[in-house]
């Protein structure tokens, strides 16, 4: 019986979320508002904000005052590029469940100061290496801007779902089978939609679009547009 209740109580929580993405019949005006997912302000010099955060100047510290405490990671990719990240788990701004995961815009050199001494290194899988960061350097880290937003919602969307927040997409660009990035030059926006129901949105400011739309193209992956 406990387990039946269990059941009933995450399906009702799921169908919760799902519902506050529907669009409403009037735009919400609380203070919550803005940190909606679909809520992108575009400013007109190519820049945009997302969950009240304006991409390329709001700061980490910017963030964890509306997310809560961030885990810092610092990751040397495989062509030793670094690249620091910030992972809020769990987090329900405006009351929809979702985790995060920020990209925070440092130079190399104060990068690599932050490899060499990190606490710990552990070698991943192709290539991949993370780095736990030195208390010393998490003030630095705390006060970078935040270049990039990925989004990931607890509750399943369907295409239907994302087309009627966001409108129709410039481009859809496949990955693999049952896996689709929905592209938005105009807001910044990729929303990767896959069959298993783990949809991704990834936010840039639109004038840093090819951020998102590079590493697509350097895959050969299949573009069909629907322009």
Wanted: glycine share 8%.
């Amino acid at each position: 019986m406990k387990h039946t209740w269990l059941a009933v109580l995450v399906a009702a929580t799921l169908l919760t979320g799902l519902t506050l993405w529907l669009p409403p019949s009037e735009r919400p005006t609380d203070g919550q508002s803005r940190l909606l997912p679909w809520e992108i302000e575009i400013d007109g010099r190519g820049g945009s904000s997302a969950f009240g955060l304006t991409l390329g100047e709001a700061s980490l510290a910017d963030a964890e005052r509306v997310l809560g405490e961030a885990a810092l990671t610092l990751f040397l990719q495989p062509d030793d590029h670094l690249a620091l990240e910030a992972f809020f788990d769990d987090v329900r701004p405006a009351g929809l469940k979702a985790d995060f995961v920020l990209t925070l815009d440092l130079p190399q050199s104060t990068l690599t100061g932050m490899y060499d001494h990190g606490l710990r290194i552990a070698r991943g899988t192709e290539g991949l290496s993370r780095v736990d960061l030195n208390p010393s350097d998490l003030p630095a880290a705390r006060a970078a801007p935040i270049v990039a937003i990925t989004y990931l919602p607890a509750v399943n969307l369907d295409p239907e779902v994302v087309e009627k927040r966001f409108g129709t997409p410039e481009s859809r660009v496949t990955e693999a089978p049952g896996v689709v990035h929905w592209l938005y030059p105009d807001l910044g926006l990729d929303v990767v939609v896959r069959d298993d129901g783990k949809e991704v949105l990834q936010y840039v400011a639109p004038r840093d679009f090819e951020r998102l739309a590079e590493p697509l193209a350097k895959r050969n992956i299949n573009d069909r547009s629907d322009k």
